[in-house]
């Protein structure tokens, strides 16, 4: 919704820009970064409560992991987040999300929608063709931004950690922490598991939403544009006379 609206409200703003991949690579990137500081706060409760679960499992055997468990749901971990550090804390490793997510989004959608353009007008209703365009739009994108995320989930669970290793404060920080000690492969670790998840969301996503967007017969963005642009100008022509 929101990648709609930011790429309309640019084009009827700007009406001199172009309509090419550059205004998809903007739209998509401020459309990102909207989507994460509306659920981020989301994105932090599962991770903690994923981290506990698999740090509870690495515990002595004899010891009760019901016990060890620091958050008992999410509620609970919202709650107990917020004490600590107010809306600071439930917002925290949001600046690696915010720099992961606008290179990611907007290249998601630039690659997609350039895709699309080199599609013969034949194909441009196949499924499959939608699909690959949305897969390999995933796939370059998640690659290009991967280092971030690992950065994001390393500051969200730090206080989690049981280490005594220094803590990070902050994204270009951790970035470099992680590189000189753990080495710049841990940067892309678990990459390739997360294409497994990453490239058939992104592909399924892109697909589903073209389709809907066919099946309930949604106007052209940009001749809705047109439609806004025009009104725009009578209303200005009439104020004049």
Partial sequence: MTYEQYRRWIIVTFPDVGRGPVLDLVAGSFAGGTA???????????????????????????????????????LDCFSKTYKEAGIRGLY??????????????????YF??????????EQKKNIMVKLV???????????????????RRQMQVQRLSASKSAEMKGTIETLVMIAQKQGWKHLFSGLSINYLKVVPSVAIGFTVYDLM??????????????????????RSSSLHS
């Fill in 36 to 74: 994460v500081l509306f659920t981020y706060p989301l994105d932090l409760v599962r991770t903690k409560l994923a981290y506990q679960v698999v740090g509870s499992s690495k515990l002595n055997a004899q010891m009760s992991i019901k016990n060890e468990l620091v958050y008992k749901g999410i």
């Fill in 92 to 109: 925290r490793g949001v600046a690696p999300s915010l720099y992961g997510i606008f290179p990611y989004a907007g290249l998601k959608f």
């Fill in 112 to 121: 997609y929608e350039e895709m699309k353009r080199h599609v013969p007008v």
């Fill in 133 to 151: 365009c949305g897969s390999v739009a995933g796939l370059l994108g998640q690659t290009f931004t991967y280092p971030l995320d690992v950065v």
């Fill in 213 to 234: 967007k066919a099946y309930l017969r949604v106007p052209s963005r940009d001749d809705v544009i047109e439609v806004v642009s025009n009104k725009r100008t009578s």
